[in-house]
């Protein structure tokens, strides 16, 4: 990353002392600048404090911005939107890894590379197999991604670019093979080999779905829902998991067992599991008449009930993905005749409801991403436990360009954090004898 000029400071009173310290202060192309304490602690003696990180910036990126006030999401400068409605997941692919929309060669390109990676070890049957049958699907994940650290030898040099990027392919390429062969493992049903011949998403449908028994052929509907949704997920600026890849691999860390880590991360209800854990709220409710009660939880610091899909850290105004979700789903829903889809019915009331409460409007809780989509994909036939795994198929693109971009920066060193010590200061050790 280029080392920033800065554009004024900030002047800091230590009123202990009457000390005065200049912070610089670094602007980016747009959003919040940043006030540059990396040299805090030698000048000063103190850490900054900011659990959560909610004011804090980790890194310089130049892949994803968003605007949480307004609502704004932007790949590469390219508005989700935009891409939602006239790109593709293996475009949003090459252009959040490389920066710039792939020209027609380009595409090609890619998209065969990715193709041709999609198959995966035939020991990986093994690992699979080495599961009950019963395990949550991100369980397997999070097993099977971190083992491919110990089949993948030819592409762990993280200082070889040529090796990043094999990895990264592999990665994108891989996670749905193995995504669906954890679904069909949990329901007895043979692995599906991938189709170069299909599309990403419909290559993903057909290996969840086909069976040896007939052709399977999958709807255009669901394939273009599916890969639409594959982008909204793609990547979302520095998020818990993926700022667990970046802290992993700052420690140099294998592209696999960094990607393990961040699958791990998103497993979290806070996090990517809040998809899984909207519709287990909204069976919670169960009939229109329930939300005044569950709001009333929602609302109650006593109680941990929290309105799963709504709230965001970033987004202080809709989630712009959640209104391309809301679209899809309708669209989902139409195509299969599920129009009146009874969770739906329930999710749209207990959205309208949410956001006229002073409590959501004072908070600026909003629908997130979450909200819709486990409707959407509840409709498809896809059960719960594997809403979050989509989730990570998707955002592993997101994961390796900003894996990509953290190794490549020369600014970059291994993420250490400091922390405020409240525990006892020094104590003599007391002899087991002499204790009470
Ligand atoms: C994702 O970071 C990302 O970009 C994530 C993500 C991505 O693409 O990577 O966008 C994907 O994780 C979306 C979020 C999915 N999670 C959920 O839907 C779970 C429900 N939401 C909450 O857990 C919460 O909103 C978070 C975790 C999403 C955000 O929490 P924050 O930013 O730490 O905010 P907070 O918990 O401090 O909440 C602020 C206030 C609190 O009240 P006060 O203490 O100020 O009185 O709002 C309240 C919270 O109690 N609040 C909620 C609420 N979310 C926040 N109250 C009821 N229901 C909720 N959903």
Redesign the pocket.
């Known amino acids: 990353m280029s080392e920033m000029k800065p554009s004024s400071s900030f002047t800091l009173t230590d009123n202990r002392s009457g000390q005065t310290y200049d912070l610089p202060l670094l602007d980016g192309t747009v959003g919040p600048s940043v006030v540059d304490i990396r040299k805090f602690y030698a000048d000063t003696g103190c850490f900054t404090y900011d659990p959560?990180f909610t004011s804090t910036a980790s890194c310089e990126s130049k892949i994803t911005y968003i605007d949480g006030d307004v609502g704004i999401l932007r790949y590469r400068g390219y508005e989700i939107a935009d891409l939602a409605e006239h790109s593709d997941f293996m475009e949003v692919c090459y252009l959040l890894l490389y920066g710039e929309l792939p020209n027609v060669a380009q595409k090609d390109k890619f998209v065969h590379d990715i193709t041709y990676h999609t198959m995966v070890h035939e020991q990986m049957h093994k690992f699979i197999e080495g599961f009950r049958r019963d395990s949550h699907p991100m369980a397997v994940m999070v097993g099977v991604v971190g083992a491919l650290s110990a089949f993948y030898h030819d592409s762990l040099d993280i200082s070889n670019p040529h090796h990043r990027m094999v990895a990264s392919f592999r990665m994108i390429a891989k996670m749905p093979t193995i995504a669906a062969w954890a679904y069909k493992y949990s329901i007895g049903q043979p692995f599906i080999y991938p189709r170069n011949d299909l599309s990403f998403a419909e290559d993903f449908l057909h290996m969840m779905y086909a069976t040896p028994c007939e052709p399977y052929v999958p709807s255009p509907v669901l394939a273009r829902a599916m890969d639409r949704i594959l982008t909204l997920?793609a990547d979302?600026?520095q998020?818990?998991?993926t700022s667990t890849v970046r802290i992993a691999g700052s420690s140099g860390a294998n592209p696999f067992a960094c990607i393990a880590a961040g699958i791990a991360c998103l497993w979290g209800?806070?996090?990517?599991g809040?998809n899984e854990?909207v519709l287990d709220m909204l069976e919670q409710i169960g009939t229109k008449d329930k939300i005044p009660e569950f709001l009333k939880r929602?609302?109650d610091?006593d109680d941990p009930f929290?309105?799963?899909?709504?709230?965001?850290?970033?987004y202080k105004n809709y989630d712009p993905r959640a209104k391309v979700m809301q679209k899809t789903c309708h669209e989902v829903l139409d195509e299969l005749g599920k129009r009146d889809e009874p969770l739906l019915e329930l999710a749209m009331e207990l959205e309208r409801i949410a956001l006229e409460d002073p409590y959501f409007v004072q908070?600026k809780?909003y629908p997130?991403?979450?909200f819709y989509s486990g409707i959407i994909f509840r409709a498809m036939g896809i059960p719960t436990s594997m809403f979050t795994v989509l989730f990570a198929v998707a955002r592993t693109v997101g994961w390796v360009a900003q894996w990509n971009e953290m190794v490549e920066d020369p600014s970059q060193k291994i993420g250490r954090p400091r922390q405020l010590y409240v525990g006892d200061d020094a104590r003599k050790y007391v002899p087991l004898k002499a204790r009470a």
């Open positions: 959560g997920h979302h600026e998020n818990a998991s209800p806070a996090h990517g809040a854990a929602a609302k610091k929290r309105l799963m899909g709504f709230g965001h850290r970033v908070k809780l997130n991403v979450d």
